[in-house]
């Protein structure tokens, strides 16, 4: 089995009479916590016993979210239990809800070894996130922040050890937003992220061209860095060409990769006339983007000439001659020339043969 093109063998031995003996023990002692903490819960028993009884249960499996719902309750009974009225006000100084802050910080901590042993849980990121929010609930401002803040040092340090975790990049999003939305009145000199986070995803990228969440991330940001630039026609022009070359680069260094070709595909909307309302330059004139769209169309055939294997091209040649055809009213390329792009495209990829097939009848070309 693979993911992202990296293959990835099993693990398993076989096992011994022994083993087998310590696997079924296992197994009865997991049975029975899962009943302990199952019957502790419906009996409403929300105590710090029970609370360390779900971390041993989620230890071993972090995947039954049930028991992650079970934790909430508690946590939630907990905090009330520990809570202190805290004025929102910025300025006064109150007395810090020490008890909560040491409650959140703790489960927090719990989650950091479960998330290097299991980076891609579903449940870990979203019952951490959870917290974060419960700290924005019930702490003062200042303390809050303080938790969200570090949790973009915790997530470069996912990243780190797995640059393409599409939890950890999603998580990124959040926080980084987050940080921005909530917390800009706290700080006057406070600047907008979106400048570090383009910068990261530039560094992420050059780490490993391989790198799909990076490539969205950084399609994600380029409207938002814009629109806080300011940029006019000229600058945002500047900035496309500089995406197209550096697209460009990263296409001949691998051509089979399929992450870059989702960042090339995002480039080639801009071009897109359908799109220019969202497009990175939304006022290009006509010729302008057909220039765009030839100079695009002509790189692409360079590199088939070296890669005639690489599915991607023919897509992407197709793709663009469609819209090359919408712009200028005629096809790039004789049809004949688009019909044995699809009879390429079936000869590469024959798993999707009747794909190929289907969008040669919505081309609708001539015999």
Wanted: hydrophobic fraction near 35%; charge should be negative.
């Amino acid at each position: 089995m693979s993911s992202h093109g990296i293959l990835r063998r099993s693990s398993a031995k076989p096992t011994s009479e022994q083993d087998r003996r310590k696997e079924l023990r296992k197994i009865q002692d997991y049975k029975k916590l899962v009943e302990t903490v199952n019957t502790e819960i419906r009996e409403c028993h929300f105590s710090l016993e029970v609370l360390e009884l779900t971390s041993k249960l989620l230890s071993q499996n972090p995947e039954y979210y049930t028991i992650w719902n079970h934790r909430r309750l508690l946590l939630q009974h907990l905090l009330s239990q520990n809570s202190t009225d805290v004025p929102q006000d910025d300025t006064a100084e109150p007395e810090w809800p020490r008890a909560e802050i040491e409650l959140i910080s703790n489960d927090l901590g719990f989650l950091v070894p479960l998330l290097r042993r299991f980076p891609k849980c579903y449940w870990i990121w979203k019952y951490r996130l959870w917290l974060l929010e419960e700290a924005s609930r019930r702490l003062p401002v200042i303390e809050s922040r303080k938790f969200w803040q570090q949790e973009l040092a915790l997530v470069g340090k996912m990243l780190a050890m797995d640059n393409r975790n599409f939890h950890g990049w999603a998580y990124r999003r959040i926080i980084a937003s987050t940080l921005e939305s909530k917390f800009e009145n706290l700080d006057a000199t406070a600047k907008s992220m979106t400048e570090e986070e383009f910068a990261y995803t530039t560094r992420m990228t050059e780490m490993s061209l391989s790198n799909f969440s990076a490539w969205h991330h950084r399609s994600k940001l380029i409207p938002k860095l814009l629109n806080e630039r300011a940029a006019g026609h000229n600058e945002r022009k500047e900035y496309l060409n500089h995406e197209l070359k550096l697209i460009q680069r990263a296409l001949y260094a691998d051509p089979d990769d399929a992450s870059i070709w989702s960042y090339h595909q995002y480039l080639m909307g801009n071009l897109d006339p359908k799109f220019s309302s969202t497009s990175m330059v939304p006022d290009l004139a006509p010729e302008e983007r057909l220039n765009y769209l030839r100079n695009e169309f002509d790189k692409l055939c360079e590199l088939l000439e070296e890669e005639t294997d690489c599915k991607w091209i023919y897509q992407s040649l197709i793709q663009l001659a469609r819209v090359l055809k919408a712009v200028s009213q005629k096809w790039p390329v004789h049809e004949s020339q688009v019909r044995l792009w699809i009879e390429e495209l079936e000869r590469v990829d024959p798993l999707r043969i009747e794909r190929w097939n289907d969008l040669e009848q919505e081309l609708q070309l001539s015999s």
